[in-house]
């Protein structure tokens, strides 16, 4: 039995100084210190600390059934079959749910879920999604083999940044993102090493793009790091304008004239509200542009199962398809997806449910339909809603939430509040929304979070809460504001 001489003392391999430094650099404000706290609040809450609230109302993630969002029975009954496949000899299930179960079944090793796909995806659903995507896009050709099944859209889009980046000092690649950003592109960014290029949207044109702001910030880049692609949310996280297409059309011009990869995230594609704006996929309006541009224009774009009327997060379902890919580039993207084996095979049943829902004359197409609309047209009314309540309130100024699940206000915060933020070492809208939580249990992230133009605040709140919750806490949002203006004037 040999025993440890005394003067061995336990030195840790993995310190905070030994590990990986580019993780440091990672953060994510979706889930970040104001979650946490808001976390921590509802822990005292159960254990009967009084408070000046009785519960916690997140506004801070797009997590569509969390926050009271119906599933779609179609979908459910669909999976369920799949899970549990002695449910096919049942007679609850209508006909077409069982088809559509027995088609994907017939389709895993096995005839079941449980067992892993091809590395792509499974090759039916693949099919289905190119039948979707040329439907979309009015007849636009897409191929199955360009299309890869994901983790969610979070899974490819990483994936593809993984493709994209290289080089050293000034030859690192940059990647243009939009400010106000989804905080997963700078958190990808931040891991892979790559340089993250900022381009600001317009928040006095309803957050638009700019294409003289994307000229300048291109060249501005281009003096330090080696700019080789473009992300554009649309419609916007977290900002909800929808692309005009002419807008589109531009930003693909621009990405033909500078060689810059084209990524699309249009994950909220049917989450578009506003009268007289429409979802224009970036591919349709490629092949518009004719062949000069769809023979040559590098673009992937992504889609998901957990935003849109579906909101199924936690099925981590997604595509991405890839256009005008170099050959042995997309072998090499065929490797890297292998490596992780495959995506969660419920994940693509319910993908496929989504590229591939009741048609008419089928037993559940006028339910399906029915839930769709109740869904979509509650969130518009909800946009509606929030953008008009937060405009009434003094010292906020509100864009239209024309898409996605967000509105992204301005907020001016008096010049106290300012002062005393930085004090603490906390961006100011960060102070603020920390105050509105403790204050009155709303969990917000501040637009610190996703980036803004320097000197102006923001917070971004989702309008997913049912109604009457939602018209709660709008309420107390412009009670707040107005308290916390009094308080630091």
């Known amino acids: 039995h040999a025993h440890q001489p005394n003067d061995v003392i336990r030195k840790i391999v993995l310190t905070i100084d030994t590990m990986n430094p580019r993780v440091k650099n990672v953060e994510y404000a979706v889930r970040g210190p104001i979650v946490q706290r808001a976390m921590q609040i509802e822990k005292e809450l159960r254990e009967g600390l009084k408070k000046p609230f009785t519960e916690v109302i997140k506004a801070n993630i797009g997590d569509a059934h969390a926050m009271g969002q119906q599933p779609i029975t179609f979908f459910r ?19 077409d749910a069982k088809n559509r179960a027995r088609r994907i079944l017939h389709a895993c090793g096995g005839g079941s879920v449980g067992a892993y796909s091809a590395s792509q995806g499974i090759d039916c659903v693949r099919q289905d999604v190119a039948c979707y995507i040329e439907r979309r896009d009015g007849g636009v050709p897409c191929d ?23 080089g050293e000092g000034a030859s690192r690649t940059g990647v243009m993102i939009s400010i106000p950003q989804y905080p997963l592109y700078s958190a990808a960014l931040a891991e892979l090493g790559a340089v993250q290029v900022n381009y600001y949207l317009n928040e006095e044109k309803c957050w638009s ?23 554009i949310i649309n419609p916007g996280n977290p900002t909800g304008q929808v692309q005009s297409r002419q807008c589109i059309e531009d930003v693909i011009r621009f990405a033909a004239k500078e060689r810059l990869f084209l990524m699309a995230d249009e994950v909220y594609q049917d989450n578009v509200y506003a009268e007289g704006c429409q979802f224009h996929s970036f591919k349709k309006v490629l092949f518009e542009l004719g062949p000069e541009y769809s023979d040559n224009v590098e673009l992937a774009s992504f889609h998901s199962t957990s935003k849109c009327y579906m909101g199924e997060c936690g099925f981590r379902g997604g595509y ?10 997309q072998a090499q993207l065929s490797k890297l997806v292998s490596v992780r084996l495959c995506p969660p095979v419920p994940g ?10 009741p048609q008419p004359g089928e037993p559940s197409h006028i339910t399906f339909m029915k839930e769709r609309t109740a869904t979509l047209s509650l969130l518009a009314e909800k946009a509606k809603l929030t953008e008009q309540i937060l405009n009434t309130v003094p010292g906020i100024t509100c864009n239209p939430v024309q898409g996605a699940m967000y509105s992204f206000p301005n907020i001016s915060l008096p010049e106290k509040s300012i002062k005393e933020a930085k004090a603490l070492g906390q961006a100011p809208d960060m102070f603020y929304c920390m105050n509105l939580l403790e204050e009155t249990g709303i969990c917000l992230v501040p637009g610190s979070g ?26 107390k949002v412009k009670e707040f504001h107005q308290k916390f203006t009094q308080q630091y004037s």
């Open 77 to 95: 009954q669909v999976l369920a079959l799949c899970s549990y496949p002695e449910l096919l000899n049942e007679n609850m299930f209508p006909e």
């Open 144 to 166: 199955p083999d360009n299309v890869y099944l994901t983790t969610g859209a979070s899974d490819g889009i990483v994936t593809m940044l993984k493709l994209l980046v290289c």
């Open 209 to 231: 793009m700019d294409l003289s702001e994307l000229e300048s910030s291109l060249a501005e880049a281009r003096k330090h790091c080696n700019p080789k692609a473009l992300c």
């Open 320 to 329: 991405m398809e890839v256009i005008n890919m170099d050959a042995e580039v």
């Open 348 to 357: 693509q049943a319910l993908m496929d449910l989504v590229v591939n829902s």
């Open 450 to 475: 996703f980036g803004q133009k320097d000197g102006t605040y923001h917070f971004r709140m989702t309008i997913l809460p049912p109604t009457d919750k939602l018209k709660i806490l709008l309420a």
